[in-house]
């Protein structure tokens, strides 16, 4: 099974941009990179996925790298509501899922 | 639209008792998924439906769990006999689509406690 490997943990400043890393060495060509977000207490939210190209939406960008073997999830300024434990995670083309993993803590420092 | 609804949101029972979790997915959405959380194993999926029809549930722990989508409106997730060690938050996910570029939309999840 492809799976993704992310730092634990990260910090950012208020206001500034966050680049959250994942690892995917073993994705697969038909295999979609999706991005989602768990605040405190809360259900995971979908944030952002895509399949080669770099992809933008109003919550954020993603920058998937040639090779396709890892990808950039970025958060143009970071707010305090942005932290939150972020998921980066694999589904193939017929919608099979692979693991959530322990995702990447994000701290946002006032 | 309410989004993907659970019930109960908290649920505390003893050791041997029956556990039945609900979910309304969103409606016109075809997928379902059912996940549990902990501390130790993060977020696992544990089996997933498309069209009301059970697809993968090779995350199912053991025999004690099983889940049913009797229609596209309403799945449940039972557990029996509950042991301590089932306590997690257990969310339920819905989606549009079962191909792999569809967003999930999760709902607010139960919280299980098994004394």
């Known amino acids: 099974d492809a799976k993704t490997t992310q730092p634990n943990s990260m910090e950012s400043n208020e206001e500034e941009p966050v680049h959250l890393p994942c690892n995917h060495s073993?994705?697969?060509?038909?295999?979609?990179i999706h991005w989602y977000r768990q605040l405190p207490s809360q259900g995971p939210e979908y944030v952002i996925h895509?399949?080669?190209s770099n992809v933008n939406n109003r919550m954020a960008s993603l920058a998937i790298a040639e090779d396709r073997k890892s990808s950039t999830l970025i958060l143009h300024r970071a707010t305090l509501r942005d932290a939150a434990v972020y998921y980066c995670?694999?589904?193939?083309?017929?919608?099979?899922?692979?693991?959530f993993g322990t995702g990447t803590s994000l701290t946002v420092i006032p | 639209d309410a989004g993907v609804i659970q019930s109960p949101r908290h649920e505390v029972t003893e050791m041997g008792q029956e556990v039945t979790l609900r979910c309304k997915p969103i409606?016109?959405?075809?997928?379902l998924f059912w996940y549990r959380q902990t501390m130790m194993r993060g977020l696992e999926l544990l089996i997933y439906?498309?069209?009301?029809?059970?697809?993968?549930d090779s995350g199912m722990p053991e025999d004690r769990f099983s889940a049913k989508m009797p229609n596209a409106s309403f799945s449940t997730l039972k557990i029996q006999p509950s042991e301590p060690r089932d306590s997690a938050v257990y969310f339920c996910?819905?989606?549009?689509?079962?191909?792999?570029?569809?967003?999930?939309?999760f709902g607010p999840g139960t919280r299980l406690t098994v004394t």
């Open positions: 409606s016109g959405h075809n997928s």
């Open positions: 073993t994705i697969s060509g038909t295999d979609y």
């Open positions: 895509g399949l080669t």
């Open positions: 995670i694999l589904r193939d083309i017929a919608g099979n899922q692979f693991y």
């Open positions: 439906f498309n069209n009301n029809v059970p697809i993968d």
């Open positions: 996910a819905s989606t549009w689509s079962s191909g792999g570029a569809s967003e999930q939309y």
